[in-house]
């Protein structure tokens, strides 16, 4: 099964998933470095104030990629290492390291893909209001524009926002994530601020390099009803009008879906005139985070949505149930997830180009003799690529492919136990093996074909 010729494979990653150096070379605080340190928010107490210690072991990490074949690199820039007030002040320091980063890449022959927010907002924004002040976005493309100005002459790939939904959701609504809020009713406001915020970044990053190509990561699941019901049917059509239409409509088409009608006490944004002409400015790709589907049934308690979502429920380990996988983040194997969401972007988006910016699996990984035989992710990300290859038969505009992750890492509120990298981590003495999948890997880029 061959890849397009010049199809892009890659690993992802984000800042504070993998950096650590929390505080050092005059860092500010983000709203993850606050959330992790108040006890009881990270499993087992963990924090991500060391990680994977990429900040002092890029170099290294660099040579991992390049063994394995990597062709681009996606990161995130952790905003206030960078700006550490989050607006005013550029910390030269914090700017230098994603500098030397983008050189080291280069020239490793690797592609820097930057993706300027995922989730590190500085905590003095935050007590500021956060997602919830308007302002953020303007605060955004702002820092959107000091980045590209250092990097945009050798960084062509750009994303601005990482699953917007997720900062929402898991962020201001459900408070699992940072900064911990549960307040519903702000939801619709924050999904608004991210995506005026993401219209305002487009421009800003276009202005300082006008060549670049720049798109977001949006995470998008085909949604599937619990039964044939009709109110399970219509509960089909919420979540996806809320988890997939919410971003893309005013992406793609400048309007909110009618879920979002003044009447929904979800909607309390205030739009201003000409705020969606910006957030429908034109983007070069959409990013696509797809790693399962979700499952909805109707219920009345949802006030504002009527459905209830996948539970959050977490387990210890992988398991198989009714003959289904499941990943040992509870989430059901269901390759065919990327080739429906491909197929969904063709059929009502007017097929965009697209990059699947995540795809992977956290499976219980065991060291033997310095190996690690991760089979189970292997075919996980086999049978994905395969609907990734049904899709460009069937005409898709997928034009690259990122494994979540390129290396284990901080998996937010789960702390360490959750292993999604091509390449096992030591955390206890950084030391780092390539897995058996980072190997497969490596033979499917330089073969192009799985
Ligand atoms: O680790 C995360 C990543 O930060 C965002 N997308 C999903 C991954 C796995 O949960």
């Known amino acids: 099964m061959n890849f397009p010729k010049n199809f892009l494979f890659g690993a992802a990653s984000s800042s504070y ?8 070379d005059g860092k500010g605080e983000s709203i993850w470095d606050h959330f992790a340190h108040i006890p009881g928010k990270i499993k087992n107490g963990e924090n991500g104030d060391i990680a994977c210690d990429f900040y002092h072991r890029y ?29 005013g002040k550029v910390n030269i320091k914090g700017l230098d390291f994603y500098n030397r980063l983008v050189d080291e890449l280069l020239a490793a022959g690797i592609k820097p893909c930057v993706n300027l927010y995922h989730w590190e907002l500085p905590q003095t924004l935050q007590n500021l209001g956060g997602w919830m002040n308007r302002d953020c976005a303007k605060w955004f493309s702002e820092f959107s524009s000091v980045i590209a100005d250092k990097l945009g002459d050798r960084v062509d790939d750009w994303m601005t926002l990482n699953e917007p939904m997720m900062s929402a959701s898991l ?3 459900l408070g699992y994530h940072a900064p911990g809020l549960k307040k519903p009713l702000q939801f619709f406001k924050v999904v608004h601020h991210l995506l005026l915020g993401h219209g305002l970044s487009v421009k800003a990053v276009r202005a300082e390099a006008p060549s670049c190509k720049i798109g977001i990561a949006l995470d998008l699941r085909p949604v599937y009803p619990e039964s044939e019901s009709i109110k399970d049917l219509q509960a089909v059509k919420n979540a996806d009008a809320l988890m997939r ?10 309007t909110y879906p009618p879920l979002f009608n003044k009447q929904n006490i979800l909607a309390r944004a205030r739009i201003k005139e000409g705020d969606l002409k910006i957030i429908s400015t034109p983007i070069d790709y959409v990013g696509i985070n797809t790693y399962s589907r979700d499952k909805v049934r109707y219920s009345r308690w949802a006030i504002g949505t009527g459905f209830t979502g996948p539970s959050e429920k977490t387990v210890d380990k992988e398991y198989v149930k009714d003959g289904i996988q499941y990943t040992a983040m509870n ?33 219980t990984d065991t060291v033997e003799n310095n190996r690690v035989h991760d089979i189970k992710r292997i075919s996980y990300l086999k049978d994905h690529l395969t609907g990734v290859k049904q899709a460009l038969d069937e005409g898709s505009n997928c034009k690259g492919y990122f494994v979540w992750s390129f290396i284990d890492n901080f998996e937010w509120s789960e702390g360490y136990c959750k292993r999604f990298g091509l390449i096992y981590v030591d955390y206890k003495t950084q030391k780092r093996i390539i897995k058996d999948s980072g190997l497969w890997y490596k033979n499917l880029i330089t073969s192009n074909k799985c």
């Open 171 to 173: 962020g201001y609504v």
């Open 245 to 254: 239409r919410t971003f893309l409509d005013p992406i793609f088409n400048g």
């Open 331 to 363: 989430w059901e194997v269901y390759p065919q997830c990327i080739y429906e969401i491909l197929m969904m972007l063709k059929k009502d988006y007017g097929n965009p180009d697209v990059y699947v910016t995540e795809n992977g699996a956290a499976f």
């Open 59 to 87: 170099r290294d990490d660099i040579q991992l990629m390049k063994e394995i074949g990597l062709q681009a690199f996606r990161f995130s820039i952790n905003w206030p290492r960078v700006i550490p007030d989050g607006y």
């Open 17 to 24: 998933q993998i950096e650590g150096a929390w505080d050092e």
